[in-house]
């Protein structure tokens, strides 16, 4: 079997924006296929929303990808904040990953770290995307059911400008009672001495 592949798409990345890097892969004899968080590509949100995405998530992704392709090799790269996902994964996962190496492209090991420096040395870029985020997920039609739903916190988050401090309230919308639980779970640093998985990370230290 040709080797696999998923690619795990950045903070308000969609699976087209993938297409380049999927023809690329092709070119060179892999199968490839992206893995979607909750509330990209044109899908709705329901039960619950998380910049950084949900690990459970991913778990079933990867789960269904070896089910289907028991005997391929599996590699799972990720960019940006797809790339925090993935280092959560095969953290967390450790040696039940079912990933044979991965690879990560500017990884965030600390959500509050990564976020705070973002603000302090690239403001604008920090509330362009801070803006995109509040536009694709809290001010799309197709998530009004969930957005109505979870009212007092979405206003909370449409009210930041950072985010760092979006994150910091936006813990509900992905199940947690509390911001401290939020981390515990969902940074990338929690996780990441668990892994057991080959990695390959490209990251720009300065």
Request: net charge positive.
């Amino acid at each position: 079997d040709a080797p696999i592949l998923a690619i795990m798409h950045t903070l308000t990345g969609s699976s087209k924006e993938q297409s380049e890097f999927m023809r690329y892969a092709a070119s060179r004899g892999w199968r490839s296929c992206v893995l979607n968080r909750r509330g990209h590509s044109g899908m709705s949100l329901t039960t619950s929303f998380n910049i950084m995405g949900n690990v459970d998530d991913s778990v079933l992704m990867i789960n269904h990808i070896r089910q289907l392709y028991p005997k391929a090799f599996l590699c799972v790269a990720g960019v940006s904040a797809g790339s925090g996902q993935l280092v959560s994964y095969v953290g967390r996962e450790g040696p039940n990953s079912k990933v044979d190496a991965a690879a990560v492209l500017c990884p965030a090991w600390d959500l509050e770290g990564a976020f705070m420096r973002l603000q302090k040395c690239s403001p604008f870029l920090d509330r362009y995307l801070t803006d995109n985020v509040k536009t694709m997920f809290l001010r799309k039609k197709r998530n009004k059911d969930f957005v109505l739903q979870h009212r007092d916190t979405v206003e909370k988050c449409l009210n930041k400008t950072y985010l760092v401090d979006f994150m910091r309230v936006a813990y509900p919308l992905a199940g947690y009672s509390s911001y401290d639980e939020y981390m515990k779970r969902c940074n990338p640093l929690a996780h990441c001495l668990g892994n057991t998985t080959p990695l390959f990370c490209v990251k720009l230290v300065g």
